[in-house]
């Protein structure tokens, strides 16, 4: 973990580094007693994130005037995170700061705190970060894709997967209430249930040449099948997706879904994307800080919001 950012333990130790140091915050799937699958929390993985060499910039700066010794840019002895390097680079570009008097990478959280004060925010873009998002219900993910300004998404579909994948999410309100989690299990056995006896009435309609569920191709049969039989699927229903977002793109979801006027679900999502971001990426997310709120919950907020 990189020691810029500080976070609670309660927080901190929800995150994990793989082997290739990308960031996770693992959620586990539980089942009823009748073998439905469900979640409680969401699960958050990087999948991949920018990554920044400069020895392209070389032949650009030798170009220049010896006397500015542009060169002596790509030699500097600091070490930054890829994301960061390549926004700083492309920052300094804007003003062909590359001579001995521009800002250093040793000062790199100053130059990004001048480019979140001066809400230079399009510095920012140049880094992305793909992420898998589970444990996410469908009322949520409606939510989600919305943020459609630098971001991309590929989700799970209800009409190719079969009823064999089918998991669902419980909201944190019933977690702790013995009455409503009995009902959200019953729930969620009865949608499943439903599902299996609705998909196999119509494949059997299928079978007895019904015209509407008709196809030349074995996919496009089942697809006509379960895309009738996921009408009976609750928003409690899992819709895991790829998540790919540039770095200002991700800060405006953060602190949109992040804070505590947003959705209790789409907020606790928004937290486990910042604890992943801001490992890996302290100078492009160090500056939020995270409190608890009275409903017990986090929220995530920074001082120069709408970079």
């Known amino acids: 973990m990189n020691s810029l950012v500080t976070l609670p333990d ?80 492309a920052g300094q570009l804007c003003y062909a700061s590359f001579g001995p008097k521009r800002t250093h990478n040793a000062d790199a959280g100053r130059y990004f705190a001048n480019i979140r004060s001066s809400g230079h ?29 630098g971001m991309a998404y590929s989700q799970i579909s209800q009409r190719y997967v079969s009823g064999r994948v089918l998991r669902f999410v419980e909201r944190p309100e019933y977690q702790n209430d013995p009455e409503l989690h009995r009902q959200f299990e019953r729930r969620i056995d009865r949608a499943a249930a439903d599902y299996e006896s609705v998909a196999n009435h119509l494949l059997a309609l299928q079978k007895d040449g019904l015209e509407t569920l008709s196809g030349d191709a074995a996919t496009d049969r089942r697809k006509k099948v379960q895309q009738a039989a996921r009408s009976l699927l609750p928003n409690e229903t899992e819709a895991p997706l790829v998540m790919t977002g540039n770095a200002r793109s991700l800060r405006h979801f953060i602190e949109m879904r992040g804070n505590s006027h947003a959705e209790v679900e789409i907020r606790r999502l928004a937290l486990r994307m910042y604890l992943c971001l801001s490992v890996i990426e302290p100078d492009l997310f160090g500056d939020y800080v995270v409190s608890k709120e009275a409903d017990g919950l986090w929220s995530v907020l920074t001082d120069t919001p709408k970079v």
């Open 10 to 89: 309660e927080l901190l130790n929800l995150v994990k580094l793989d082997n290739m140091g990308y960031s996770h915050v693992d959620a586990a799937a539980e089942a009823t007693a009748n073998g439905t699958p469900y979640l409680k929390e969401p699960g958050v993985a990087l999948l991949a994130r920018s990554q920044s060499s400069l020895g392209g910039f070389r032949p650009f700066l030798e170009g220049f005037s010896p006397d500015l010794r542009f060169p002596e840019y790509l030699d500097d002895p600091g070490l930054l995170e890829p994301g960061a390097q390549l926004c700083k680079a």
């Open 121 to 149: 925010g399009s510095v920012l873009e140049h880094a992305s970060f793909s992420f898998l998002l589970y444990g996410v219900s469908r009322s949520v993910t409606h939510e989600v894709v919305r943020h459609r300004a």
